[in-house]
């Protein structure tokens, strides 16, 4: 007899598990593993942001909010919307949540039936097609390949919706390829989307982290398609507040209230002082890191160009480097042969202590995922390291 439920057997084990409990023992044995497999900014929480949540807890304030996030809250998202995006959302529109994560687990929760097709563009972030099957749906995996950017053409989406597409997921800038869809490109998907009668997922959390182009919302250069779109974003990425686990949606208002009641009862209200920490960030975003991101992608990027069978595009935007390492799968590091982009990551961690993800973790195989949230002279280190690594191969 079964102990787990057919929905949660559906989760597959991640692959960046071992990765991860490599680096975590090698860390503890004192072994100096420059860590580039984290998706976390290396900042600090703005220090005002972080004042107020303090503020928050010795002030009291301390209790259960509504359950969709503090009115104060949904309106200054509202506000920076229609600011930043040019996108018109009311308060009532908005649900904050514990994370984009769990914003974009009461969506499909919410919009998905049994059996209900999601078309994911791959390389995709790794929860996606998790968080679709959990919630009784179906992933469709479109491959994006290095020619488009790892983008998804017209012509690849037009092929992929079927009756039973529900839903069409976008992930600009992208984890991990650092992809971003420029207005033209969203425009041609634009024209695809309205044929189609599909709830478009927006997922903008890399949204500020763009170097030398605009970040523009699908429903800014769509707007005929805001009656079916659903805008996630949160404060993670921006503000250097992962562990403060704050997320939200913007959706027509069906949706939203939908999404309000299920987390009524699931989860409830987002933690209170993480909700008047991310009030008091949004007014901070601290534009510099974009110039210290650029920087270390630039070197980054360069480092990875030189080695042999290594061949990387220019990432436009998130913190994620992503080359294709196909040249080096058949070679060998002291008598071990390279059999995938996963053997390529367990050797580079043992033997250069550089840590990375697989590109099988992102339905991209063959290819690898470097954050370049780390110091600089991490990132100039850590190519010296593979250097040795790749002269060493036979
Ligand atoms: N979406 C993407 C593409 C991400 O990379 C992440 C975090 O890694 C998230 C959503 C979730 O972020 P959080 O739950 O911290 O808001």
Known sequence: EERLSRRVRTIRPSATMSVDSKTKQLIAKGQPVINMSVGEPDFQTPVPAAFAGI???????????????MLALRKAIAHKLQAENGLHYAPEQIVVSNGAKH??????????????????????????????RVAGGKPVVIECGPETGFKLTPEQLA??????????????????????YHEDELKALGEVLRQHDVYVVLDEIYERLVYGVKHVSLVAAC????????????????????????????????????MASFQSHSTGSPATMSQIAGETALAHFEPGVIDVFRRRRDALVAGLNSLEGVRC??????????????????????????????????????????????????????YVRFSYAVRDEDVIEAVNRMRDFHAKLT
């Open 55 to 69: 503020r928050a807890i010795t002030n009291g304030q301390t209790r259960y909010t509504e359950a969709a996030g």
């Open 103 to 132: 914003t974009l687990y009461n969506i499909f929760v919410t919009i998905l039936d049994e059996g209900d097709e999601v078309v994911l563009p791959a390389p995709y972030w790794t929860s996606y097609p998790e968080q679709i």
């Open 159 to 180: 092929a992929a919706i079927t009756p039973r597409t529900k839903a069409v997921l976008l992930n600009s800038p992208c984890n991990p390829t650092g992809s971003v």
């Open 223 to 258: 707007p005929d398609l805001y009656d079916r779109t659903l805008v996630v974003n949160g404060f993670s990425k921006a503000f250097a507040m992962t562990g403060w686990r704050l997320g939200y949606v913007a959706a027509p208002l069906d949706l939203a209230k939908a």
């Open 313 to 366: 595009l220019v990432p436009e935007g998130a913190f994620y480097a992503f080359p294709d390492v196909r040249g080096v799968l058949g070679r060998r590091y002291e008598g071990q042969t390279i059999e995938s982009s996963a053997d390529y990551c367990e050797l580079l961690l043992e033997h250069a202590l550089v840590a990375s993800v697989p590109g099988e973790a992102f339905g991209a195989p063959g």
